[in-house]
């Protein structure tokens, strides 16, 4: 006996996943999402019935078919590809991969071919929205002949479109080609045009799904006994938590003890009530036997602490065997030593960002499931290397009992992954800046004061007068020299409204104090001083130019340009 295939559907947003679904199911579900985009996993039973309605071309061409259905799942387009996870791959036995022809390959499907990529998942490729090439028009029910039967200028818009899909593919690793054109479906990607709005394609798209499930597929098909499965998503329905899964081999019944993976002990638990999703539906009904591949809701004797994404199996008193196990699954979230802090809504997802990381060369000290908390906030906190103060939150919230804590480190939250890692390598590049610069302003300071005569609050010992900072930071213990090179000692103490700080910055108007120098005497008719500096510091700061602001890069030429008039022997 063999199972349904599970397929998910999956691509960048807004490219149609939800709309072709809706269009095979005949539901509408695309137009009742919140801002047209799939907030959770659904899962759609498709049985055998309902495939040869919609692919006329299997009774055409007289192909026999032998898969009891498929079962579809839908991702949400907003996240990186979800990438639900069994045991020595994914889920999925075979996917669709959604590109809209007018688009190509965006920042999400480049995602999803990088998990297709990592796990082995053969896929074909939807190429969506035909109906908007320009001229297209609906002349035949064939996709192939009817993409033949249209206008000159058509067909050559569509060639054009094509023709930049199919290198791209291949420059992610991915042979591809029509599906009418390929000869051997284990060398190339089959790409099916088709429109999810009127139709077009949907037969041919089912007829390539049932083609490579039944010859390429059946010894993964065939049905075990034992029940396995991964949680999807707890969901809480007035007192009553729900757990929706997909059981993907072997038999669950009712009064059935299951074993769902954690990250500490195996969670056994009984199945008090148990049900299956009706075909063509998101609804449920009870059932006293599912058989695999299905999407179910669960009712536990126990559910604390589940997580979306572990898997389950039936528990049947081999409790060493499982924890061996699932141990072994989740030993795949490899960390480093050192690096960030990744929080996840699900085991999938977190799987999912950890390879998407690393292709990004990004360390990863710690991962988790569910929302930051505080202890992700110390742990972020007390990193050696700052760059890596970081936590991402992946489709996750912050704790209450962390919010206070948040600004203590870099909290970043998307709910797209690219957009994440984007985020993260601008916040790793900025901070190294940050810390070259502060390490060059340790040894000296670029900047530009401009003295404010009508403050003049002591003549000596110390000068005590008002400044305006026109550019650069200003700080305690920094030399300054004058518009001649002049030395005028160091900075004791700056005040700014009646308080002492330690350094001030651009556009602040402060009163500093200066040991050793006479203010009438040496700065009467001076207007502007600048921080002094070494050679060593001055050739450090140019050699570090964009570590700079604007404003000080101009106040070091303007350095180099005294240095040069006093004719000193460097900085020219």
């Known amino acids: 006996m063999i199972r349904q295939p599970i397929v998910t559907v999956a691509g960048h947003v807004d490219h149609g996943k939800t709309s072709l ?44 078919l032998k898969i009891p259905g498929f079962l579809f799942i839908d991702t949400p387009g907003h996240q990186a590809f979800t990438n639900l996870r069994k045991r020595g791959g994914s889920l999925a036995d075979l996917a669709i991969v959604v590109i809209d022809i007018n688009e190509g390959i965006m920042p999400q499907t480049a995602e999803t071919l990088s998990i297709m990529k990592q796990n082995k998942t053969p896929f074909i490729v939807a190429l969506n929205k035909i109906d908007n090439i320009s001229g297209y028009r609906k002349i035949k029910e064939d996709i192939k002949q009817n993409i033949e039967a249209q206008a000159m200028h058509t067909q050559q818009d569509w060639q054009e479109k094509l023709y930049t899909i199919i290198p791209a593919l291949e420059r992610h690793g991915f042979k591809a080609d029509l599906y009418w054109e390929v000869k051997d479906f284990t060398q190339k990607v089959a790409i099916v045009p088709l429109s999810a709005k009127t139709g077009e394609g949907i037969p041919e798209l089912l007829m390539v799904l049932c083609g490579l499930s039944q010859k390429f597929l059946s010894k993964q098909l065939n049905l075990g006994e034992k029940a396995k499965g991964v949680i999807v998503e707890i969901k809480k329905e007035k007192s009553q938590n729900f757990i929706e899964a997909i059981i993907y081999d072997g038999k669950l019944k009712q009064g059935d003890e299951i074993a769902i993976a954690s990250f500490n002990e195996p969670i056994i638990s009984k199945v008090r009530v148990l049900e299956e999703v009706l075909p063509l539906s998101n609804k449920f009904e009870n059932k006293k036997e599912v058989i695999a591949a299905t999407g179910i809701r669960l009712q536990l004797t126990d559910s604390k602490d589940i ?266």
């Open 21 to 64: 679904l809706d269009k095979i199911r005949g539901s509408k579900v695309a137009a009742g999402e919140a801002g047209g985009i799939t907030q959770k996993i659904s899962f759609t039973n498709f049985p055998a019935e309902n495939i040869k309605k919609g692919c006329y071309l299997i009774d055409k061409n007289n192909i026999p």
């Open 307 to 572: 997580l979306p994404g572990m898997p389950f199996q039936l528990f049947q008193n081999n409790l060493p065997e499982l924890q061996k196990e699932f141990k072994k699954e989740l030993q795949e979230l490899k960390t480093d030593s050192e690096g960030v802090i990744i929080k996840a809504e699900s085991l999938g997802s977190l799987e999912a960002m950890l390879i998407l990381l690393k292709q990004a060369n990004i360390n990863v000290l710690k991962t988790g499931i569910g929302s930051i908390t505080k202890h992700d906030i110390s742990l972020a906190k007390a990193t050696i290397n700052p760059v890596n103060a970081v936590i991402l939150g992946f489709n996750v919230d912050i704790d209450e009992e962390a919010k206070p804590l948040e600004k203590q480190v870099k909290i970043l939250r998307e709910e797209v992954v690219y957009k994440l890692i984007e985020e993260l390598q601008k916040f790793k590049e900025n901070k190294r800046k940050e810390i070259e610069k502060e390490r060059l302003l340790g040894l000296a300071s670029v900047f530009k004061i401009e003295i404010l005569h009508k403050y003049v609050f002591r003549n000596s010992n110390p000068a005590i007068f008002g400044v305006k900072v026109l550019a650069g930071k200003a700080k305690s213990q920094c030399h300054l020299m004058s518009e001649k090179n002049e030395e005028l000692g160091r900075i004791k103490a700056i005040q700014h409204e009646k308080s002492s700080v330690e350094e001030a910055s651009s556009g602040m108007e402060v009163a500093i104090s200066v040991p050793g120098l006479t203010f009438d005497r040496q700065l009467k008719d001076s207007k502007y001083i600048y921080s002094d500096m070494t050679e060593s510091h001055f050739k450090e700061f140019k050699k570090n130019k964009d570590l700079l602001s604007e404003e000080e890069k101009k106040v070091l030429m303007e350095i180099a340009e005294i240095k040069r008039k006093a004719k000193a022997t460097w900085g020219v």
